[in-house]
T-cell receptor, first 114, second 111 residues
Framework: DARVTQTPRHKVTEMGQEVTMRCQPILGHNTVFWYRQTMMQGLELLAY????????DSGMPKDRFSAEMPDATLATLKIQPSEPRDSAVYFC????????????FGPGTRLTVL | DQQVKQNSPSLSVQEGRISILNCDYTNSMFDYFLWYKKYPAEGPTFLIS?????DKNEDGRFTVFLNKSAKHLSLHIVPSQPGDSAVYFC??????????FGAGTRLTVKP
């Protein structure tokens, strides 16, 4: 039963601290996406990778957010320094690089920045 | 920029009746449309999709309609069941595989 995994599931931190969220995509998928869910904006695309190369990170605040894929089994999203407005649920999704192919989502990381 | 819009944040329907969820988009380059369903504390899961070359796709109780000239699509659920209660996201993608999501509509199906 292949699925996307994300760690941690919950994170509470104080403003100014570094936060790292991790994602293990489904084996064989070659695209990975990071989304943020907020009440007002729904699912916002933050960044996505194809074959581990970043294709689009225009949705991320560049000064504090960074996304990487050190290898095919791990994607990371880092926030440094974190701010209260970053509080949200962050989802990772993976899929195949064909137009319209469904994405498979992880369970999300609920981040609270105090 | 909200390229995909779901203007109804919530919808309440009686069990057995039809649920109609609507979605509008602005980017004419979108050529594939998907609906995802999300339960609390879980990630969204794929429900049904439609290509821009079609105007209807049906899968059991779920039917998606696409009106390209109006840049509008809708998801029909009939008959609605209490287990359908969830948040439904509309999504659209262009050939570059970039996918944009709407803000979601919370559907409540009352027994």
């Amino acid at each position: 039963d292949a699925r996307v995994t994300q760690t941690p599931r919950h994170k509470v931190t104080e403003m100014g601290q570094e936060v790292t969220m991790r994602c293990q995509p489904i084996l064989g998928h070659n695209t990975v996406f990071w989304y943020r869910q907020t009440m007002m904006q729904g699912l916002e695309l933050l960044a996505y990778f194809r074959n581990r190369a970043p294709l689009d990170d225009s949705g991320m605040p560049k000064d504090r957010f960074s996304a990487e894929m050190p290898d095919a089994t791990l994607a990371t999203l880092k926030i440094q320094p974190s701010e209260p407005r970053d509080s949200a649920v962050y989802f990772c999704a993976s899929g195949w690089a064909l137009a319209g192919n469904e994405q498979f989502f992880g369970p999300g990381t609920r981040l609270t920045v105090l | 920029d909200q390229q995909v819009k779901q203007n109804s944040p919530s919808l309440s329907v009686q069990e057995g009746r039809i649920s109609i969820l609507n979605c509008d988009y602005t980017n004419s380059m979108f050529d594939y449309f998907l609906w995802y369903k999300k339960y609390p504390a879980e990630g969204p899961t794929f429900l049904i999709s439609i290509s821009s070359i079609k105007d209807k796709n049906e899968d059991g109780r779920f039917t998606v309609f696409l009106n390209k000239s109006a840049k509008h699509l809708s998801l029909h659920i009939v008959p609605s069941q209490p287990g359908d209660s969830a948040v439904y996201f509309c999504a659209a993608s262009a050939s570059n595989n970039d996918m944009r999501f709407g803000a979601g509509t919370r559907l409540t199906v009352k027994p």
